[in-house]
């Protein structure tokens, strides 16, 4: 089996049943393995996931965690609650049978991106290196008052995706950034309108190909060819002097999402966005 790495990001905050009942619907369908069995809001995950009662599983106020019955693929639910929170997040990892990875991965992330309004997704197998480089880059890096980010040492994501991955949708924030025009000539092995405004791009044919030492090579030029089409201006690159392009987000605090709690003393960051937010 290999380790594989599904990541969904929405502007919601996952509080719809309907929600959860997609989510759960992709997993039963293309993922089985990774339905949940135990779940709840801390360590120990008290709760034994019951398909009668998906709305109590779909309590996500506080954020979710949940386990496979097997322990060995877990999920997590962050919701965006604070005032600098862009996106929320599903997360799912763990070992997958080799039947499901190839037949199962691509369904479930189009699936989703049909289903759920998705910003972005993505779905990945990488190695131990590529994995911890990959978690050190994260929600760091500020957009300048254009946009646009400049480059920095701190992860770049959402203001600019880190990398494009085997699997990807791309909902309407993406989708205008790139041009649907330039998402259906992408020249990648799989472009998929999945509605208007979301695509689905799968770099190569097979997920395996990022297994087998001797197919990475042919999987690399083929996912630079895609970035190099769409515009490598809106991928994080270390070295490049130019700024990144990203869509235009808000953050909770400005959509109303987040307010701060009566008698609360906030910090001077807080405090200066909520002040520029009062006087637009």
């Not at 993922?31 to 120990?44: A, I, N, Q, V």
């Not at 309590?59 to 996106?87: K, Y």
Request: with cysteine; glycine share 8%.
């Amino acid at each position: 089996m290999s380790e594989l790495r599904v990541e969904l990001f929405t502007p919601g905050i996952l509080r719809d049943q309907a929600e959860g009942r997609a989510l759960l619907d992709a997993l039963g369908e293309h993922l089985p393995y990774w339905m949940p069995h135990r779940y709840g809001w801390s360590e120990p995950l008290r709760n034994v996931y019951d398909p009668a009662r998906p709305e109590h599983f779909w309590d996500t106020a506080h954020g979710l965690a949940f386990r496979n019955a097997a322990r060995n693929a877990s999920g997590e639910v962050d919701v965006r609650m604070g005032p600098w929170d862009i996106l929320s997040k599903i997360t799912l990892s763990g070992r997958v049978p080799r039947s499901q990875l190839e037949s199962g991965t691509g369904p479930f992330l189009s699936q989703c991106g049909r289903a759920l309004d998705l910003t972005y997704a993505m779905a990945h197998i990488f190695t131990e290196r590529q994995a911890a480089d990959y978690y050190r880059l994260w929600f760091e890096t500020a957009p300048s008052d254009d946009g646009t980010v400049r480059n920095a040492a701190q992860g770049p994501f959402p203001h600019c995706l880190r990398d494009l991955y085997w699997a990807n949708v791309f909902g309407p924030p993406y989708t205008e950034l790139f041009g649907a025009s330039r998402l259906r000539t992408a020249p990648a092995a799989v472009v998929t309108e999945l509605r208007p405004g979301y695509f689905y791009l799968q770099v190569t044919a097979s997920i395996r190909d990022l297994t087998d030492a001797a197919t990475v090579p042919a999987y690399q030029a083929a996912r630079d060819a895609v970035k190099e089409h769409l515009g490598p201006e809106c991928f994080y690159d270390p070295a490049a002097a130019t700024p990144r392009r990203a869509p235009a987000f808000r953050t909770a605090a400005e959509e109303g999402l987040w307010k701060p709690r009566e008698g609360v003393t906030l910090g001077p960051g807080v405090q200066e966005l909520l002040d520029r937010i009062a006087n637009r």
